[in-house]
């Protein structure tokens, strides 16, 4: 119940492609759900999150979708860029144990010009 | 915005040895860090939790003789791998949560621990 499965573990995308990294989670009690980007040798950042009270959040090209009844949410990177190549973690965590983010395995995006 | 350094960046040390890592929270009072290490492409494991002045809470199957975490400040948090292996090779990475946060971490930039 404490995990989040992420899909696919890597994905190719051209330049100005869309990327889509899915995440499925069990714990209904999980209502914090970040993305991390993280370059090699780097620490993750933060780079979008959302509450389950909203479907759908936007933040330049990053997009993240929750569908709440499905127990899943997604992150689209529109008009991919090269720049964007990197691994993505989704993560949650609980509102009353909110200090641990449960990580998701990981997507590896390598965005070719 | 939030800022997390550790130090050093990397460390290479000979088996049986100690090293300290320090994480600090350069522009915000953290009262929770968070150590994790990680395996090439692989995710992130957490290790322990440590709160400002309290001892840290460690995940399952980590040795807390081994992995000694001290959080004595709200800026502060160091890692120390005693009598350190090989196999205790890894990329660590401490996280920060600001005080008055609910759910924000922030990361440092990891620490490239070799042990030979």
């Known amino acids: 119940q404490q995990q989040v499965k992420q899909s696919p573990q890597s994905l190719i995308v051209q330049k100005g492609g869309i990327s889509i990294i899915n995440c499925a989670y069990e714990?209904?009690?999980?209502?914090?759900f970040p993305w991390y980007q993280q370059f090699p040798g780097k620490g993750p950042a933060l780079l979008i999150a959302?509450?389950?009270?909203?479907s759908e959040k936007k933040e330049g090209r990053f997009t993240i979708s929750f569908n709440k009844s499905a127990k899943q949410f997604s992150l689209h990177i529109m008009d991919s860029q090269p720049g964007d190549s990197a691994t993505y973690f989704c993560?949650?965590?609980?509102?009353?144990?909110?200090?641990?983010?449960?990580f998701g395995t990981g997507t590896r995006l390598q965005v070719f010009p | 915005g939030a800022v997390v350094s550790q130090h050093p960046s990397r460390v290479i040390c000979k088996s049986g040895t100690s090293v300290k890592i320090e994480c600090r929270s350069l522009?915000?009072?953290?009262?929770?860090m968070f150590w994790y290490r990680q395996f090439p492409k692989q995710s992130l494991m957490l290790m322990a939790t440590s709160n400002e002045g309290s001892k840290a809470t460690y995940e399952q199957g980590v040795e807390k003789d081994k992995f000694l975490i001290n959080h004595a400040s709200l800026t502060l948090s160091t890692l120390t791998v005693t009598s350190a292996h090989p196999e205790d090779s890894s990329f660590y990475i401490c996280?920060?949560?600001?005080?008055?946060?609910?759910?924000?971490?922030?990361f440092g930039p990891g620490t490239r621990l070799t042990v030979t």
């Open positions: 714990n209904t009690a999980f209502d914090y």
């Open positions: 996280s920060a949560k600001e005080q008055r946060a609910l759910y924000e971490q922030y």
């Open positions: 993560a949650a965590s609980r509102s009353y144990n909110t200090d641990k983010l449960i």
């Open positions: 522009d915000f009072q953290a009262t929770t």
């Open positions: 959302i509450r389950p009270d909203v």
